[in-house]
């Protein structure tokens, strides 16, 4: 089955630095990934659509300067948190699938814990 | 984002009993799927939903999409201890051959007690 792999798994940093997160499709290549946040006892939450060799996608409320999100290659997808601060502390967790929905639900990676200090 | 209406938010109960959930939502969707997430960790896919009367079943869960497609439940029947999680439903209101995105259901608690 799909498998999608995310680094690292946690990260603890200061406000104000950068923190760079990974999600790989590991058997598969996804020309869409997905970021989504989650705090804690809530939902997931859809930050923005990852397109492989183009722009992301943003939801309302996303700062796009701010979450930088680039989808360089087939099984790639980074999100930067860029000067981060406590508020961007959550568990941020991306997914992706093979194809349209009836061909592949959507899977997702096991998540990164940040902390920002 | 917009959420679907999840019921119950949480439920303690003993082990060997059987669980019952449910997601509803104000527009028809086309697809509904189930995700079990164990703290700290993504969540995992349990049964995919595609179709208006859909009964599917993995193991002792069981799924339905239902027949109006604004609602879905989950069943686990003769529950143990790793059942212990949050599940979510997941929804779309696209056509299955697109890449609509997906709405979560706020989440149920489960938890097994011996």
């Known amino acids: 089955g799909a498998v999608v792999s995310q680094h690292p798994s946690w990260v603890i940093c200061k406000s104000g630095t950068s923190v760079k997160i990974e999600c790989r499709s590991l058997d598969f290549q996804a020309t869409t990934m997905f970021w989504y946040r989650q705090f804690p006892k809530q939902s997931l939450m859809l930050m923005a659509t990852s397109n492989e060799g183009s722009k992301a996608t943003y939801e309302q409320g996303v700062e796009k300067d701010k979450f930088l999100i680039n989808h360089a290659s087939l099984t790639l997808s980074t999100l930067t948190v860029t000067s981060a601060h406590p508020e961007d502390s959550s568990f941020y967790i991306c997914s992706a699938r093979v194809g349209p929905l009836r061909a592949s639900p959507l899977h997702f990676g096991n998540g990164t814990r940040l902390t920002v200090t | 984002g917009q959420q679907l209406n999840q019921s119950p938010q949480s439920m303690f109960i003993q082990e060997g009993e059987d669980v019952s959930m449910n997601c509803t939502s104000s527009?028809?969707?086309?697809?509904w799927l189930w995700y079990k997430q164990d703290p700290g960790e993504g969540p995992v896919l349990l049964i995919a939903?595609?179709?208006?009367?859909e009964l599917t079943s993995n193991g002792r869960l069981t799924a339905q999409f239902g027949i109006t497609r604004k609602d879905s439940f989950l069943n686990i029947s003769a529950s143990i201890p790793s059942d212990v999680g949050i599940y979510f439903c997941?929804?779309?209101?696209?056509?299955?051959?697109?890449?609509?995105?997906?709405?979560f259901g706020a989440g149920t608690q489960v938890v097994v007690t011996p």
């Open positions: 939903l595609y179709k208006a009367g």
């Open positions: 527009s028809i969707f086309n697809t």
């Open positions: 997941a929804g779309s209101d696209r056509p299955t051959d697109s890449w609509g995105k997906l709405q």
